[in-house]
């Protein structure tokens, strides 16, 4: 933002002016020199100083204006066009003072030279830390070139045509001197390797009317006789248009911009450098040859004449000699940096093949076995499919029987070793061209390509076999079973049907108690569609509530008193029959939703028992399945609730089945035990909902906090009429209502239907029961007249 409000700062006319400024002057110049070489000599001094001075302002204004980071070499610059004003005002008063011309090695002379080392030190300083060795020496051989061409075409004639000598030919010596000097560093300014902005080529421009100005000077003034200095338009010209291209480079805005990559070239294309270095290398020596001729026929020769070129061509041809060492060892250099970096490349591509197979097959494998995953499986299957219309092939989905419980009692650990030695006794198994997968977790899959349905089917049998096998890990023998979904899929069936149908026929399997292999039919996906529609019935009754409860009594037996009421879920899906329990629930346990459909019950349950237990003293009991009683939070849910509703904890009787315990591992069993001691210790009571029909019934009943054992019906004698009942019936169901009594536990009996049964449960001490014979189960409203009407007949 402070850039931006800068630049809309600057007025136009200065945006133009740092633009355009160096023309203006240059047309001025340009003006100026086309008029001065044909001005009388004393004017042309005037005309020298005023250039001078205006050379000096544009300078000083252009450092100015753009405010150069390096402003040291233009400074230097316009120092230098000071002294060589300052040499020009002294030639035009001497002038003017005496009238003549002034001869070779006068102070003016002294002046002229005094500025070159501020010219050279610009030049020198412009350069900077850009200079490399390389472009010192092309400079140095550009220098020894051109002098080659100043001895044989100007100094050797000015010194034996000129009358001047002694301390004033030294004086004038000292101009072709620094001239190769400026063009020394002028040369090394261009060729440092980058193209120098246009503030710098003009600065070069300079050195070379400089140059060519004294070189035609001194060729003009060879034959005076009188050793003055001779006016020529040529050297006028160069003089001037000099002045005016110093002004112009220090006004030029590029003076403010760095260089560009890559070495100088002209508009074609052409390198610079290459090609002056030839020029000279050519000329020089061509130029020498025709002078030298010219004067070994003349008879003039001398050996001075012959010495001085040779050295200069001489130090030349060293000087290309080290260039092209230079050059060399720049390209071996390259080479083997080439080399190396081929060398790194050919490296870097082969880590990048290998890291691409090793991505390729991570992508493709599973971490853990090693096996297929999922994506090379369904590519396999999607490539069998496709090549023979027709053709059976098989696939195996098997999920491990109790492997959570491996995991949560021994740890992740020695899980992840039991699947790789499961994935390892599977392959034993299998042929050449099967596929054996790793799917995730503990599901596996087994793909057979072109294998009838027998061939399958044994497959399947010989993997739960192989599985039932223990497996010994550590010292730790480890039994296993699994279940098998298997599929017979043939084209057009796609590799997403065939895991489909395969995935039912797993959950067929686990559902009809696992350890099993169950074929995948259409009667599966049917039942799958239903069991779908089902869930998502549950899950728009839980929105919308659809669901209600009914309620059925418990009765004392010695009273006939209503004591309580257990709450059992009813669903009636809009516009269709009510869904039996039995049919809803175990849905409701699979899809995850019993947790929340639970947690309904209990606050519908707890909301309508209220009133009925202030008013009767009546509890309610309440189902709880074993997700919820596995929900850490459950505890919380039951205070929450009763918080909520305001129903005191001694109304509320939570039922548990023992098949929920035991479906459990040890860790979470002791985890259950501990939430429903901390529910007890509120005041809610326990009880064992269809006692007797667990595996670990005794066991269980003395470790877990109860107060209620509920006789599950199919403990409850058969009433035969007349007959009566036999001693037999009557042997585990005395036996559980002892236990009960013994345990100091409240029974319930379940299921009672007629007058003999509840007859039957008085004289056993079972003191409340509950079933048809009484009341069936019933809403609400109906509950609420029960329990203001008369009691039930006792038994």
């Not at 753009?66 to 008063?93: D, M």
């Not at 300083?125 to 220098?143: E, K, L, P, S, Y």
């Not at 639970?598 to 009991?621: I, K, M, N």
């Amino acid at each position: 933002m402070v850039s931006t409000t800068a630049a809309k700062a600057v007025p136009s006319w200065l945006r133009r002016l740092r633009r355009y400024a160096w023309r203006y002057v240059s047309g001025v110049g340009v003006a100026t020199v086309l008029v001065g070489p044909f001005l009388p000599w004393g004017a042309t001094q005037a005309l020298y100083g005023a250039a001078g001075l205006v050379a000096i302002a544009a300078a000083v204004f252009g450092i100015r204006l753009h405010r150069p980071a390096q402003a040291r070499p233009w400074w230097l610059l316009a120092a230098a066009l000071c002294v060589a004003t300052a040499g020009n005002v002294y030639w035009s008063v001497e002038f003017a003072l005496t009238g003549q011309r002034i001869p070779f090695g006068s102070v003016g002379d002294l002046i002229y030279l005094s500025a070159y080392p501020l010219l050279i030190a610009a030049l020198w300083t412009m350069a900077g830390h850009r200079a490399r060795r390389t472009g010192m020496v092309d400079a140095a051989i550009v220098t020894c070139g051109l002098a080659v061409l100043m001895w044989t075409l100007v100094i050797d004639g000015f010194l034996d045509g000129s009358p001047v000598t002694g301390a004033r030919l030294a004086v004038a010596m000292a101009f072709p001197v620094f001239d190769l000097a400026v063009v020394a560093v002028a040369g090394r300014l261009l060729f440092t390797g980058a193209t120098p902005p246009t503030a710098h080529l003009l600065a070069s421009g300079l050195v070379a009317l400089l140059t060519v100005a004294d070189m035609v000077h001194f060729a003009h003034s060879a034959g005076s006789v009188t050793g003055q200095v001779v006016h020529n338009p040529v050297s006028t010209a160069c003089w001037l248009l000099g002045l005016v291209v110093a002004g112009a480079a220090a006004m030029h805005p590029s003076i403010a911009r760095p260089t560009e990559a890559g070495p100088l070239r002209l508009r074609f294309g052409v390198e610079v450098r290459p090609l002056v270095q030839i020029v000279l290398a050519l000329l020089g020596p061509a130029v020498t040859a025709v002078s030298l001729l010219d004067e070994l026929v003349a008879g003039k020769a001398e050996l001075l004449d012959i010495l001085v070129p040779l050295a200069a061509t001489a130090a030349m041809s060293t000087l290309l000699v080290i260039r092209q060492q230079q050059l060399a060892r720049t390209a071996t250099a390259r080479a083997v940096d080439l080399a190396a970096q081929a060398r790194a490349l050919t490296e870097a591509l082969e880590e990048q093949r290998a890291l691409q197979e090793r991505l390729s097959h991570q992508t493709l494998h599973d971490p853990l076995t090693g096996l297929a995953n999922r994506l090379l499986l369904q590519e396999r299957l999607g490539r069998a499919l496709a090549r023979r219309a027709g053709e059976a092939h098989g696939l195996l989905l098997l999920d491990l029987d109790g492997f959570k419980d491996v995991n949560e009692t021994l740890g992740h650990p020695v899980g992840d070793e039991l699947l790789i030695a499961v994935a390892e006794r599977l392959g034993t198994l299998l042929g050449d061209g099967d596929t054996l997968a790793r799917l995730g977790g503990d599901e596996f899959v087994v793909l057979l390509e072109e294998a009838s349905p027998e061939h399958t089917v044994g497959v399947a049998t010989a993997v739960l076999e192989a599985v039932r096998q223990p497996f010994l890990l550590d010292g730790v023998e480890l039994s296993l079973t699994t279940s098998v979904g298997l599929h017979t899929v043939r084209a057009p069936a796609t590799a997403a049907d065939a895991l489909r149908g395969a995935e039912l026929a797993l959950y067929a399997a686990k559902g009809a108690g696992k350890n099993q292999v169950t074929v995948y039919t259409d009667r599966l996906r049917s039942e799958r569609q239903d069991y779908a529609q089902t869930v998502a019935g549950l899950r728009r009754a839980l929105k919308d509530d659809g669901f209600v409860l009914h309620y059925q009594p418990l009765v004392e037996l010695a009273t006939g008193a209503v004591r309580g009421v257990e709450a059992l879920l009813r669903w009636t899906p809009p516009g269709q029959r009510p869904v039996p329990p039995d049919a809803f629930i175990p849905i409701a346990e699979q899809s995850g939703l019993i947790g929340a459909i639970g947690d309904w019950v209990l606050r519908r349950a707890c909301t309508e028992a209220r009133p009925w237990y202030e008013q009767h003293g009546t509890t309610v009991s309440v189902n709880v399945a074993g997700p919820q009683l596995r929900d850490p939070g459950f505890p919380d849910t039951v205070l929450q609730v009763l918080h909520d509703t305001g129903l005191p904890p001694r109304a509320l009787t939570l039922e548990i089945t023992e098949t929920d315990l035991v479906a459990t591992t040890m860790a979470e069993a002791d985890e259950v035990v501990a939430r429903l001691v901390k529910i007890r210790e509120w005041g809610v009571r326990v009880a064992i909902d269809d006692f007797g029909t667990g595996y670990s019934s005794l066991s269980y009943l003395r470790q877990l906090p109860v107060d209620i054992l509920k006789i599950d019906r199919a403990f409850i004698p058969p009433d035969r009429g007349d007959a009566g009942f036999r001693p037999d019936d009557l042997t585990l169901t005395r036996a559980i209502v002892d236990l009960g009594a013994s345990l100091r536990l409240t029974t319930v009996a379940e299921g009672v239907e007629t007058a003999g049964q509840a007859e039957l449960l008085r004289r056993l001490n079972c003191s409340l029961v509950q079933g048809y014979h009484f009341y069936r189960p019933m809403p609400a409203l109906e509950l609420a007249a029960v329990l203001t009407g008369p009691v039930a007949v006792a038994a």
